[in-house]
């Protein structure tokens, strides 16, 4: 029962952003691969982040951010802009809580979250930061940037791309889908992609239904893609441990992982051909 309470508290926030920590059985790592700890900063806060592309390849190309589960800027979201290198990209794993903390346990994951989210202004001043960052370096083209989250990142991602980022677009994994600002009409620039799983338990029908609502109505460009089966968490490995740990209905897909990643990559090679 605690463990639900974690869940309600964050649908409280609308954003159930519950995942698992780690990923070690989807290793990347190349030789090919140029990898990096890198310190930038919002304000007063420094953060770091984890900076990944292919080293063979000359001249700039896309950059993508990967915003990190509540857990915050751990091995997973590494992994992940590691596997966005070797698909061309350069890409920044962000932190959005600050020096680089992240949390083992529910109650730490869930305060981290929290002091985001409860002025999300400050939020928006970090993955801003992360934006600048990546397009100050010398292998990305500034001009074609997008970003991707998972859970907490995806709601991040949407977020932003609600906020009119200047982005060709954001990917949402199993992200949160509730809103904490309304677009007006027109005002989405980015192309929006959200990989969602259709037995998710913790986002409401309702609130998918109303994010389709929301993208309609400020007539955004995007796309919405239920994943039958899957649950909350499903592009994790690690998931089915955390949810036995935890007590949360969390569940790796092995099908629905594979399936995602590839409507990530055609979405993105389609945005930044545009």
């Not at 900063?41 to 390849?57: C, I, P, Q, R, T």
């Not at 305060?111 to 100050?136: C, Q, S, T």
């Amino acid at each position: 029962m605690r463990a639900l309470g974690y869940v309600l508290l964050i649908i409280l926030f609308s954003f159930p952003a519950i995942v698992a920590h780690g990923a070690g059985r989807m290793a990347v790592d190349s030789p090919d691969l140029y990898t990096e700890e890198v310190d930038y900063s919002a304000g007063d806060v420094e953060l770091k982040g984890y900076l990944a592309y292919d080293k063979n390849l000359k001249g700039k190309r896309p950059g993508v951010l990967v915003v990190h589960e509540w857990w915050g800027h751990n091995d997973y979201a590494r992994k992940r802009a590691r596997m966005l290198a070797q698909l061309g990209y350069t890409a920044l794993a962000v932190d959005m809580y600050g020096s680089g903390k992240t949390a083992d346990h529910p109650d730490d994951a869930t305060r981290f979250m929290n002091e985001v989210m409860e002025k999300m202004e400050r939020g928006e001043a970090r993955f801003n930061a992360a934006l600048d960052f990546l397009n100050g370096q010398a292998t990305t083209d500034p001009k074609r940037v997008a970003s991707i989250g998972y859970c907490f990142g995806g709601g991040v991602v949407l977020h932003m791309a609600r906020r009119g980022a200047d982005l060709k677009g954001v990917v949402s994994f199993h992200g949160s889908l509730g809103s904490l600002y309304t677009p007006e009409p027109g005002s989405v620039k980015a192309k929006v992609l959200v990989l969602h799983g259709a037995d998710d338990k913790l986002i409401p029908a309702a609130q998918v239904e109303a994010f389709k609502n929301e993208m309609t109505a400020a007539r955004a460009d995007f796309r919405f893609i239920a994943y039958p089966g899957a649950g909350h968490s499903f592009t994790n490995p690690d998931a089915d441990g955390f949810a036995e740990r935890f007590n949360m209905p969390l569940a790796y897909s092995k099908e629905a992982d594979t399936l995602s990643w590839q409507e990530m990559k055609i979405f993105l090679e389609k945005v930044f051909s545009e």
